[in-house]
């Protein structure tokens, strides 16, 4: 059974950074996507950032260049760094993954993934 944990969520001030972990288990496809969703109280889940297995990626416009996805497959883990922060980027974080490749457009869309971890709570103060 696949299982996704997120760590490294916290509090943080504004331009402040962070780097979110997300540790895969019970995932043995040599072909997948996984990505970082984000969900505000009373907002709707959006996708942040995410990866596939042929190094595919792909990043919400509001993050470019500030956020950065990554992978180590020998640890199973995903990574989010997250750098420059802004409160209204406080929210839940999510770890999903599903197995197969998806187009660029399918990459950050919530429900194109059957797996998805608890969360992790990012605060971002001003």
């Known amino acids: 059974q696949v299982q996704l944990v997120e760590s490294g969520g916290g509090s943080v001030q504004a331009g402040g950074s962070l780097r979110l972990s997300c540790a895969a288990s019970g995932y043995a496809y040599s072909t997948y996507c996984m990505a970082w969703f984000r969900q505000a109280p009373g907002k709707e889940r959006e996708g942040v950032a995410g990866?596939?297995?042929?190094?595919?990626?792909s990043y919400a416009n509001s993050v470019k260049g500030r956020f950065t996805i990554s992978q180590d497959i020998a640890k199973n883990t995903l990574y989010l760094q997250m750098n420059s922060l802004k409160p209204e980027e406080s929210a839940m974080y999510y770890c999903?993954?599903?197995?197969?490749?998806?187009?660029?457009?399918?990459?950050?869309?919530?429900?194109?993934?059957?797996?998805w971890g608890q969360g992790t709570q990012v605060t971002v103060s001003s």
């Open positions: 999903a993954a599903d197995f197969g490749l998806k187009p660029p457009g399918w990459l950050l869309v919530p429900g194109d993934y059957k797996y």
């Open positions: 990866i596939c297995s042929n190094g595919r990626t």
